[in-house]
């Protein structure tokens, strides 16, 4: 099982719908949970981070955490165009000594806006 | 506030050379992890660096190595090159080290192409 994963996709939504993107993790002592955007060709953008489990939003953007299901949602409002991207999800990396210091990210979901 | 700088942005090496990347961390910023991303791959951790004092190492070759100033300014360095290596490579900058409620921001690349 991958530590982290994600449907490759590509997710094909319309604009103005709510794209939703998922993301399950094996580690059950993960604390904090990362999404970033990569458009083709440049380096990834964090747009969310989240370590608390229910909702957090910020503008058009909601993730959601449910730590017990270990998984970890990232859903667009209103999908635009400009928001053709891959999207990855990262978690810390753990060892029993604590966190290792490293980001595991998963294989990223691309989106695809359709105008 | 400056971002996180990686150069050169682009390289282009043969066979059996080495190269030197460098990264100049978000200023206040004391880690700096490295990633190389393949289109096969995808993002895989290299090492983190805290304090001049490396923290984790991924699972990569002795020919990877990396090392960091006093400035938080980190360099990394692959020897002998292969084709295999061309990639892109990634440097990411959070202000402590590991990820438990640090977030991380990542340099724009540098793309290596080994011919």
């Known amino acids: 099982q991958k530590e982290v994963e994600q449907n490759s996709g590509p997710l094909s939504v319309p604009e103005g719908a709510i794209a939703s993107l998922n993301c399950t993790y094996s580690?059950?002592?993960?604390?904090?949970f990362f999404w970033y955007r990569q458009y083709s060709g440049k380096s990834p953008e964090l747009i969310m981070s989240i370590y608390s489990n229910g909702d957090k939003e910020d503008g058009r953007f909601t993730a959601q955490l449910n730590k017990a299901s270990q998984y970890v949602s990232l859903l667009i409002r209103d999908s635009q165009p400009s928001d053709s991207a891959t999207y990855l999800c990262a978690v810390p990396g753990l060892m029993y000594s604590g966190n290792t210091g490293k980001l595991i990210f998963g294989q990223g979901t691309t989106l695809q806006v359709k105008p | 506030k400056a971002g996180v700088t990686q150069t050169p942005r682009y390289l282009i090496k043969t066979r059996g050379q080495q190269v030197t990347l460098s990264c100049s961390p978000i200023s206040g910023h004391r880690s700096v992890s490295w990633y190389q991303q393949t289109p096969g791959q995808g993002l895989q951790f290299l090492f983190e660096y805290f304090s001049e004092t490396q923290r984790n190492k991924g699972n990569f070759p002795g020919r990877f190595s990396g090392r960091q100033f006093s400035n938080s300014r980190s360099e990394m360095n692959v020897s002998t090159l292969e084709l295999g290596d061309s990639a892109l490579y990634l440097c990411?900058?959070?202000?402590?080290?590991?990820?438990?409620?640090?977030?991380?921001?990542f340099g724009q690349g540098t793309r290596l192409t080994v011919v």
């Open positions: 580690d059950r002592g993960s604390q904090s």
């Open positions: 990411a900058s959070s202000l402590e080290a590991g990820f438990m409620n640090t977030e991380a921001f």
